[in-house]
């Protein structure tokens, strides 16, 4: 059963509009792949369009006077939310009244989508404006100031529009902001001059999964899947870098150490309430997840605090490290954990979750491949003999399963036994 | 009710940019003009385009001119405050010192900055400081001029600086380079 199917019987009058309603939302049918081609299109659209604004403003037309420029941004931006906010709305043509799967009140204009592309370069046109001002006046000011002024200006946007497209733009505008401060030196999250703010910006990752988790039961539980693959994309993309051989000598620079701890926190914090809201994991398979991110980041703690390191004497600050394990635990630790999302992708038929960890363990793969565990011998050795127990170990899960298959199929016949 | 939310969100975001807009222009229209000499470097801001970084002969302060007198281990981004005159053909320069705000002789102003990295620098004995003065946007490829250069600022009572315009030998930049691209 497709979602164009229950269209069509909508559309010839065999069900109603509540009906169809109700059998996509029981259902969870999506819409097909036209519509979602539509709405690619449409935000790369509105990025296209941001981005070629802000250039444009970046190419400073001293010919026109400021007045005008700033008059032209303004209008530019209030422009479109407002044509954004006329075809959610139902400008012209409206659809059907449509609900979300939390039963929340949808936008009923026919041209939803497009709509949220335009409110998306309203949002971007925010920041070009305060580029735009900032480049009038030749102000000179710290450099993620701006970006936390922009994702203040924004902040209340996803919740008001019921968007997902600015709820992303968000949180990317807040990981911008953190990475920019990070390497402020007037900052107090000031990590610049260190590889170790790679952890942070992991951890970071963590935290939006957690939030993903917790968002799942409540008004906005639409959110929740964007939130979580963002944060869990974010977590593995800069963990990756711990597993590269010569790509992680860092520096012990003048750093904030309690960052790590309190983002630490922050994420169990919100991870382990969240926990609950992963329905469709059995309560091992739960614990079993939530241990392995809590696992990373008990790594990530070690590598952090520089546990790893083999040839640091001690002494001032800023030597640098040459030495280290923690590429070597970080490529075994990458591994584990890769094949666990995949287990837990498949609990939870997520494409999403077996797909980033499939795209990882290869890439853990190719880094180990290059940067050896020590001799081609030795490192050729263990790849052989963990291939050989992976699949040994296959064969053994798919042996069990089957069994399990069949004792849960021989207990209803046993049951209606007298 | 989501109407009238949004629509006092955007008020908000709008109400920021003028409000800065009106900072600024009241700053620049009440201000005390003065001219600094100044050399350039010309690198490109992705959301802002190309700029000229701007190094001024008052952005490094002899310590002696500091009052009460300053180590060269001065904090990073301690705030500093100068007292400019003019002393040559109109140019203003630095007669006074310190990082505490102090009374001013009539002919001078006072201009805020920060201690910036790095702080001190050997050669001259001095403290590098920065007004906020050190960017000027400019058209896309002008950055860079060939001439003297002079920066016209306009010093409000608060003593934070705005940079108004840059000559080129003279002229303003933005008609100096179009004769130049011409």
Not at chain 1, 150 to 155: D, K, R, T
Not at chain 1, 295 to 320: K, S, V
Not at chain 2, 116 to 143: D, K, M, Q
Request: net charge positive; aromatic share 12%.
């Amino acid at each position: 059963m497709k979602h164009a199917d229950i269209q069509k019987l909508h559309d010839t009058g065999f069900i109603t509009g509540e009906q169809r309603q109700k059998i996509i939302e029981h259902f969870q049918l999506k819409e097909d792949g036209g519509g979602k081609f539509l709405v690619i299109i449409s935000f790369i659209g509105a990025v296209l369009i941001a981005a070629g604004i802000v250039l444009l403003i970046a190419a400073h037309w001293n010919e026109i006077p400021r007045g005008v420029k700033i008059a032209s941004g303004l209008l530019l931006m209030l422009g479109f939310h407002a044509g954004g906010w006329w075809l959610r709305e139902g400008g012209g043509d409206a659809s059907s009244p449509a609900s979300s799967a939390t039963g929340a009140s949808q936008p009923q204009g026919k041209y939803r989508k497009t709509g949220e592309a335009l409110h998306l370069i309203g949002s971007c046109l925010f920041l070009a404006n305060i580029a735009l001002i900032g480049q009038i006046y030749n102000i000179v000011s710290r450099p993620p100031n701006a970006f936390l002024l922009w994702w203040i200006g924004i902040a209340a946007l996803p919740w008001l529009l019921r968007s997902k497209a600015q709820h992303v733009l968000l949180l990317m505008a807040f990981g911008i902001w953190f990475g920019l401060e990070v390497n402020e030196r007037t900052g107090w999250i000031y990590c610049g001059n260190d590889e170790r703010q790679l952890l942070l910006y992991s951890l970071l990752g963590l935290i939006y999964l957690g939030a993903g988790w917790m968002l799942r039961r409540g008004a906005f539980a639409d959110f929740a899947p964007p939130t979580e693959k963002l944060g869990l994309l974010a977590f593995l993309l800069f963990f990756f870098p711990l597993t590269l051989k010569d790509g992680f000598d860092w520096r012990s620079g003048d750093i904030n150490n309690w960052i790590f701890p309190t983002l630490g926190l922050l994420a169990i914090i919100l991870l382990a309430p969240g926990l609950k809201n992963l329905r469709s994991l059995t309560t091992q398979w739960r614990w079993t997840w939530f241990a392995a991110l809590f696992g990373m980041m008990i790594f990530m703690a070690t590598a952090w605090f520089g546990l790893w390191r083999t040839d640091f004497g001690g002494g001032p600050r800023y030597l640098y490290w040459g030495g280290s394990w923690t590429y070597l635990v970080a490529t075994l630790a990458l591994f584990v954990f890769c094949l666990l999302q995949i287990q837990v992708g498949l609990q939870k038929r997520s494409p999403f979750l077996v797909n980033l960890g499939v795209v990882f363990v290869a890439l853990d793969i190719i880094v180990a491949y290059f940067s050896l565990f020590g001799s081609m011998a030795r490192t050729g050795l263990m790849f052989l003999i963990s291939g050989i127990f992976l699949i040994v170990f296959g064969v053994y899960l798919e042996k069990k399963r089957r069994k399990l298959m069949k004792q849960i199929k021989a207990q209803p016949a046993k049951g209606n036994q007298p | 009710m989501k109407l009238k939310l949004l629509i006092l969100v955007l008020a908000l975001q709008s109400a920021w940019l003028l409000g800065t807009v009106a900072v600024q222009e009241r700053a620049l229209a009440t201000g005390r003009v003065i001219l600094l000499e100044t050399a350039r470097v010309d690198p490109r801001d992705l959301l802002r385009g190309d700029y000229l970084i701007l190094n001024y002969k008052i952005s490094d302060v002899p310590t002696n001119l500091f009052s009460p007198p300053v180590k060269k281990d001065l904090p990073y981004d301690t705030t500093i405050y100068v007292a400019l005159a003019s002393v040559t053909n109109g140019f203003y320069a630095v007669v006074k010192a310190g990082t505490n705000q102090f009374t001013l002789a009539a002919d001078e102003v006072l201009l805020k900055g920060r201690s910036a990295w790095p702080r001190w620098n050997a050669a001259t004995n001095s403290i590098h400081v920065e007004y906020g003065l050190e960017r000027f946007y400019v058209a896309e490829g002008t950055g860079n001029p060939t001439g003297k250069l002079t920066a016209q600022v306009v010093v409000p009572a608060s003593g934070r600086g705005r940079l108004k315009e840059v000559f080129v030998d003279g002229k303003p930049y933005a008609e100096m380079m179009k004769d130049a691209v011409r």
